[in-house]
C-alpha cells in the first residue's frame, strides 16, 4: 500500500487525521508531532485503527526510525 505523509497547521486542538483509500493510506500530522510523544501517539494510533501499521513505512517519520519515542 502506498502512503502519503503531510505536516498542517490546523490549529493548537489539531492532533491529526488519517484517512484510507483502496490505493493508499494518508496521514496529516500537525508540527509538533516529533517533539510531543502524545500526538506521535494519537497518530500511531490512528494509523492503526485504519488497519495500518506504522513500523511497515519505511521513509515515513512516524516509521520505524522514530518507534522509540
Known sequence: ????????DYGPHFRG?????????????????MTDPTVLAVMREMVAR??????????????PLNLNN
Not at 22 to 27: D, F, P, Q, S, T
Not at 50 to 63: I, M, N
Request: net charge neutral; charged share 20%; aromatic share 10%.
Open 1 to 8: 500500500m502506498r502512503n502519503d505523509f503531510y505536516v498542517a
Open 17 to 33: 487525521w488519517v484517512g484510507r483509500t483502496a490505493e493508499k493510506m494518508i496521514c496529516i500530522a500537525p508540527p509538533d508531532y
Open 50 to 63: 485504519q488497519g495500518g501499521d506504522c513500523r511497515a513505512c519505511q521513509g515515513c517519520p512516524l516509521g
